[in-house]
């Protein structure tokens, strides 16, 4: 099973108990800061999913062109979700950017990664072809 899978099945079922509890709590307890700021990652993490889908399909522009601008933009997203839910004020206004980074860090390092496995795999089919050939 590739670790990709896998990462994106324990994050999927993560999401999904966390929201379970937090039903059953809500229910019980009422609306937490706690739970109220998970649902505000949740909905900032759907927003910016969005945006990075629409970036991937309407943009062509070089893999670090591309790193770059997202992290402004997302950066931005975050900035502006903050202010709304009262995460930020105007004088920390740029953890936001520390945030997004070391967000942006991982999920290049997952993709980094994930990508020298698939050239692994076309490289080792290549092989196998040339043999056959």
């Not at 994050?11 to 109220?36: H, K």
């Not at 920390?92 to 997004?100: E, Q, R, T």
Request: hydrophobic share 60%.
């Amino acid at each position: 099973m590739p670790v990709r899978k896998i990462l994106k099945d324990t994050c999927i079922l993560a999401a999904l108990m966390i929201l379970a509890v937090f039903a059953c709590s809500i229910i019980w307890s009422g609306l937490t800061a706690e739970i109220t700021l998970v649902l505000c990652l949740f909905g900032l993490a759907l927003i910016i999913s969005a945006v990075n889908y629409l970036f991937d399909e309407f943009f062509s522009m070089s893999i670090v062109v591309s790193y770059v601008v997202k992290y402004f933009v997302f950066s931005a997203i975050v900035m502006l979700f903050g202010f709304i839910a009262g995460w930020f004020f105007p004088s920390n206004f740029w953890m936001a950017f520390i945030y997004v980074g070391i967000v942006l860090a991982l999920a290049f390092a997952v993709d980094a990664f994930q990508v020298q496995r698939d050239i692994g795999y076309i490289n080792e089919h290549i092989k196998k072809e040339d043999k056959t050939s």
